[in-house]
C-alpha cells in the first residue's frame, strides 16, 4: 500500500533510510519540512507499506514557477533522490504511482535524480558528476593524498595564517555563499532556507568558517550522514584567491572530519566542464556520472535550465555586476524555483 508521509512516522521513514545502503542524506523526512517551510513547495513525500512494515520511500517535490517550467522532482533542490526499496515490487510501486501523479498534476515532466541509472529507456541528462572519495584514517595520508600542485595550495593557506572556527549560525556562511554565487552569475538561495537547515538538521549540520586575522576569509556548510561528510553549500570572499582560502577550508573539513571518524568525504555534483568541476578533479577525485532520468508528460524534451545554456548567457553577465545586497533581496525569488 502507498502512503503519504505524515509528521507521526518521520522516525520510521528516517529508520528506513538509515538501514538503507543506497539511501542518501537527502532523502530525510527533515528535506519535507525544509522545502515547505523555506521555498513553501508542495511536497509528496510517498511510502510503501506491507504489514505494517515501510519497504520502498520516495521524496518528491512540485516546482510550477512561469519562468522555470512546471516539474515533479526528486528531490529538488537536493543533488541525490529517486526511489529507495528493499524489493522490487515496491520500486516498480512506487515508480508508477509517481508516473501516475506528474500525469495528475500536468507537470512537463517527472525528474528522478539516481546515482546510478535505474531506467535505461527513459532519457537523462550526460550533464553531472559526483566526487565522492573514501578517506584514510590518518589525516597525513589523505593530506599527501591531494596532487602536488592542490596541496601547495592548502599550505599556503596555512602558511598565511588561516585557521577554521565552527560558527554556531549562518550569518558568515550566507555572506561567503551569496557573494560567491553573485559573482558566478548565480541567484542565491535566501537566508531564510540556511536558517531551516541548521534548524532541522541540527547536529547533522556544521558550518566550518575560516578567518584570516579576524576577517571572513571562506564559510562552508556541511552535512554529516552515516560515516560520510557532505561540504554541500561553500564560497568565499575576494580574499580566498589572494590566501588559498578555498583550498584550506575543504582540507580543514576533510582534517576535522577524519577526527570525528568519517570514511567518505561527497564533494557533491558538479557540471562537467565547469569551474568546480575542474576544482575538485584537480583534489584528485574521480568524476563518476550520476543519472538524471526523466519521464516526460507535456514536454517533448528535457529541461535545459543550467548556466551553460547560451540563452542564459546575458542573464548571468548581468547578474554579476548587481551590487550583493541587491542579489541578496531578489535572488530568493528567483532561485526557490531552480532545481
Same mark, same amino acid.
Given at each position: 500500500m502507498i502512503k503519504t508521509l505524515e509528521s507521526e512516522d518521520y522516525s520510521r521513514w528516517d529508520d528506513f533510510v538509515g538501514a538503507s545502503k543506497d539511501a542518501t542524506f537527502f532523502h530525510q523526512a527533515g528535506w519535507k519540512t525544509v522545502i515547505e517551510r523555506a521555498f513553501g513547495h508542495k511536497t509528496f513525500f510517498l511510502y510503501v507499506e506491507n504489514e505494517g512494515k515501510i519497504t520502498g520511500i520516495l521524496p518528491l517535490v512540485h516546482i510550477n514557477s512561469l519562468f522555470f517550467g512546471n516539474t515533479l522532482v526528486s528531490i529538488a533542490p537536493c543533488v541525490y533522490g529517486g526511489i529507495i526499496a528493499s524489493d522490487e515490487q515496491s520500486y516498480r510501486e512506487l515508480d508508477k504511482e509517481s508516473c501516475r501523479l506528474a500525469e495528475e498534476l500536468g507537470v512537463d515532466c517527472l525528474e528522478m535524480r539516481n546515482r546510478v541509472q535505474k531506467t535505461p529507456e527513459r532519457p537523462h541528462k550526460d550533464l553531472y558528476v559526483s566526487f565522492r572519495k573514501d578517506l584514510d584514517a590518518d589525516a597525513e595520508k589523505n593530506f599527501l593524498a591531494i596532487p602536488r600542485k592542490q596541496r601547495a595550495m592548502v599550505r599556503k593557506?596555512?602558511?598565511?595564517?588561516?585557521? %577554521?572556527?565552527?560558527?554556531?549560525?549562518?550569518?558568515?556562511?550566507?555572506?561567503?555563499?551569496?557573494? %560567491?554565487?553573485?559573482?558566478?552569475?548565480? !541567484?542565491?538561495?535566501?537566508?531564510?532556507?540556511?536558517?531551516?537547515?541548521?534548524?532541522?538538521?541540527?547536529?547533522?549540520?556544521?558550518?566550518?568558517?575560516?578567518?584570516?586575522?579576524?576577517?571572513?576569509?571562506? %564559510?562552508?556548510?556541511?552535512?554529516?550522514?552515516?560515516?560520510?561528510?557532505? !561540504?554541500?553549500?561553500?564560497?568565499?570572499?575576494?580574499?580566498?584567491?589572494?590566501?588559498?582560502?578555498?583550498?584550506?577550508?575543504?582540507?580543514?573539513?576533510?582534517r576535522r572530519a577524519v577526527e570525528k571518524g568519517i570514511k567518505v568525504f561527497d564533494y557533491g555534483r558538479s557540471k562537467i566542464g565547469t569551474g568546480s568541476y575542474s576544482f575538485k578533479k584537480n583534489w584528485g577525485f574521480v568524476p563518476v556520472p550520476i543519472f538524471y532520468e526523466f519521464y516526460l508528460v507535456k514536454s517533448a524534451a528535457m529541461p535545459d535550465i543550467n548556466p551553460l545554456n547560451p540563452k542564459y548567457?546575458?542573464?548571468?553577465?548581468?547578474?554579476?555586476r548587481l551590487p550583493l545586497a541587491v542579489s541578496q533581496w531578489v535572488g530568493p525569488l528567483l532561485s526557490k524555483d531552480l532545481s
Open positions: 593557506g596555512i602558511e598565511a595564517g588561516l585557521i %577554521s572556527v565552527i560558527d554556531d549560525n549562518i550569518d558568515r556562511i550566507y555572506r561567503a555563499y551569496s557573494e %560567491s554565487v553573485r559573482n558566478l552569475g548565480t !541567484p542565491v538561495f535566501s537566508k531564510k532556507y540556511f536558517q531551516t537547515l541548521k534548524d532541522v538538521f541540527a547536529d547533522q549540520c556544521e558550518v566550518l568558517t575560516v578567518e584570516h586575522n579576524g576577517r571572513l576569509v571562506a %564559510s562552508v556548510m556541511s552535512f554529516y550522514f552515516k560515516d560520510e561528510i557532505l !561540504p554541500y553549500y561553500g564560497g568565499g570572499t575576494d580574499l580566498a584567491r589572494e590566501l588559498k582560502g578555498n583550498d584550506f577550508m575543504y582540507w580543514e573539513v576533510m548567457r546575458f542573464f548571468i553577465a548581468a547578474w554579476k
